[in-house]
């Protein structure tokens, strides 16, 4: 189960929650699992990480404080690249250059 899908289900199964959450220190799980059931209870629709940061940041600040959470996961997502492509292209044009070097 990745990130963005338990964002966007607002899955709270708390095993698979847990086990996706650990490899995070600063999240807590139960924490998150009670707020995504509150943000089910919203109805809100969405269909992205950018639905949901655009809800959020419109919330009354009463939810907001007690949607810690899942803020927190939102700025997670929306920081973590979503592809390595731009590290790849830097090494291959890295092993080009090492070899122009060496042959000349």
Do not use: G
């Not at 220190?25 to 998150?32: H, K, T, V």
């Not at 997502?77 to 080009?96: D, K, Y």
């Amino acid at each position: 189960m990745l990130l963005e899908n338990i964002l966007i289900a607002a899955d709270t199964k708390t095993d698979e929650l847990t086990t996706v959450i650990s490899a995070y220190p600063e999240m807590d799980a139960d924490r998150l699992a009670i707020q995504l059931a509150m943000t089910r209870h919203q109805n809100w629709q969405v269909e992205s990480v950018d639905d949901i940061a655009t809800k959020l940041t419109s919330a009354q600040s009463v939810i907001r404080s007690m949607s810690d959470q899942t803020e927190q996961l939102v700025r997670l997502l929306l920081t973590i690249p979503r592809s390595s492509a731009e590290a790849e292209r830097s090494f291959s044009s890295l092993r080009r250059r090492k070899h122009t070097c060496t042959t000349q």
